[in-house]
DNA sequence: ATCGATGTTCGTCGATAATCGATGAACTGT
DNA sequence: ACAGTTCATCGATTATCGACGAACATCGAT
């Protein structure tokens, strides 16, 4: 697997961000990452297929959101800690406003 | 002119208010509404025909944030009120912040 | 060297988005 | 009645999105 690309930062525009956390599939990925911890990318199991959850693994880099570290074949994925200094509150206050009825 | 369509609140979900806050243009609209007065469509000169910012007020209304009130000619927009108890804090945290690097 | 597992990339599809100019609808003022 | 203003809508164009399967790359294990 070739290393993912991660943009700096400063780079990465708040329209970005929030096209990145406007999907829902990508918003689930985020929420389960909140624990802090890795999560093995194949551990997702979000209802679509590999190709599609991979191209949303893809969104969420490019906003910055998320960090791809391969592995072997596999991926581990987790959050950009610096994330939250670039855009401090969006992460707890879209994923706080994220409930049931308003998920889709 | 014909009357606006305005969601109910509870019909929007967050995939709607994000995703129309996630397009430049429409922040900027909402950031001067957030003077909390009611402002003239035709007093925004964001660099965009005039078809086109009427299609970015349908997609602020769609999200739930913005209101359209028809008097004669003209179209008053404003702030839904209700919006931040439909997704609290929504609003500010982004206008937050949306500075000038961030913006794009 | 081959095989299976895991992700990425590619090509494609239908749907939606953003943009424009042109047209239409509704109102105002003369 | 007519002309002008203001905004919405239409039609067209171009781009992007989310989805899929298929093909490809990389790695570990056999």
Chains 1, 2 share one sequence.
Do not use: N
């Not at 999560?39 to 599609?52: C, E, I, P, R, Y």
């Not at 893809?58 to 391969?70: E, F, V, W, Y």
């Amino acid at each position: 697997m070739r290393a993912p690309d991660h943009p700096q930062l400063s780079t990465v525009s708040l329209s970005d961000a929030l096209g990145a956390l406007a999907d829902p599939t990508r918003r689930a990925v985020v929420r389960v990452l909140t624990d802090g911890r890795e999560h093995l990318a194949g551990d997702f199991d979000l209802g679509v297929a590999q190709s599609t959850l991979s191209h949303h693994m893809k969104k969420l880099r490019q906003g910055g959101i998320t960090h791809s570290r391969p592995d072997g074949t596999r991926c581990w994925v987790s959050l950009r800690p610096e994330f939250d200094e670039r855009f401090p509150g969006l992460l707890r206050t879209v994923l706080g406003l994220d409930t049931e009825q308003a998920r889709s």
